[in-house]
Nanobody, 121 residues
Framework: QVQLVESGGGLVQPGGSLRLSCAAS????????MGWYRQAPGKQRELVAA???????DYVDSVKGRFTISRDNARNTVYLQMNSLKPEDTGVYYC???????????????WGQGTQVTVSS
């Protein structure tokens, strides 16, 4: 059974930082590239960062230079360090496996509850 538990969201001022964590079941963590997805109010879910099992990373252009994805294979955990946050980063953040590319990915049928990130003054 796939389990994904995201945490670390909150309310932060523009320019601030947050670190998100996601504990994933070994059934997907040990096989797949993992990623962080974001769903802003009224918008489609988008993949913002991905990391392969070997540590290769990729980011959508809007977060490059500000977000850093990492993974701890021993703990089946993936992280997203978010710096220089902007109001447009607001949304619910989910982690999940990645099939495809950063701008052309296949949606999963199973998701965690996500963690809310709100960037506002």
């Amino acid at each position: 059974q796939v389990q994904l538990v995201e945490s670390g969201g909150g309310l932060v001022q523009p320019g601030g930082s947050l670190r998100l964590s996601c504990a994933a079941s070994e059934t997907i963590f040990s096989i797949y590239t993992m990623g962080w997805y974001r769903q802003a109010p009224g918008k489609q879910r988008e993949l913002v960062a991905a990391i392969s099992r070997g540590g290769t990373t990729d980011y959508v252009d809007s977060v490059k230079g500000r977000f850093t994805i990492s993974r701890d294979n021993a703990r089946n955990t993936v992280y997203l360090q978010m710096n220089s946050l902007k109001p447009e980063d607001t949304g619910v953040y989910y982690c999940n496996r990645v099939i495809g590319k950063i701008t052309n990915w296949v949606p999963s049928s199973s998701w965690g509850q996500g963690t809310q990130v709100t960037v506002s003054s």
